[in-house]
């Protein structure tokens, strides 16, 4: 079966970095998105991978390994607006995406 | 009026109630969906239009019933619900099915009682 896990909740301190993993399992790839889901609003576009490597987008970045099915978030210099849930999906062979739970980030001051 | 734009927000309905949400894309996409989200849970894929025409339905009971009339707009018919039907229905667009970056709406949130 497709399957995307990561962790379920983190905790970061303002000012910090965190890095928040996302493991894929999917018939076929044809890449992996990360969005931002603030409390109560819509997910929003963070980043899309499909060739390993890291990309970087001001204070957050996202990484790809196609060959360990592994992706990850990295968020720099942590504000408290980053609180949010981060949603990664994997996109499968016909082109459907495959979403993870997500994980709540919670920045303490 | 830009982007993606859902309505209602909420709805509060009773199972026997029939209701409608609404969906409009001013992005000038041409592929449609639809998403239930429930606390801790993966978003489940509900239905996709691309050009109006339904290219998927991932087993979604008949209670819930799309309908596409232009690139445009999206309803989602809803009669007969259970309590375990409440949750946030999100609707997202694209600029097409194989092109994946989805744009969301605020979503409803719905209450089943």
Known sequence: GQNIDQPTEMTATEGAIVQINCTYQTSGFN?????????GEAPTFLSYNVLD?????GRFSSFLSRSKGYSYLLLKELQMKDSASYLCAAVDSNYQLIWGAGTKLIIKP | ETGVTQTPRHLVMGMTNKKSLKCE?????????????????????????????????NSVPSRFSPECPNSSHLFLHLHTLQPEDSALYLCASSQKREYNEQFFGPGTRLTVL
């Open chain 1, 31 to 39: 890449g992996l998105f990360w969005y931002q889901q603030h409390a």
């Open chain 1, 53 to 57: 490597g890291l990309e970087e987008k």
């Open chain 2, 25 to 57: 894309q001013h992005l000038g996409h041409n592929a449609m969906y639809w998403y239930k989200q429930s606390a801790k849970k993966p978003l489940e894929l509900m239905f996709v239009y691309s050009l109006e025409e339904r290219v998927e339905n």
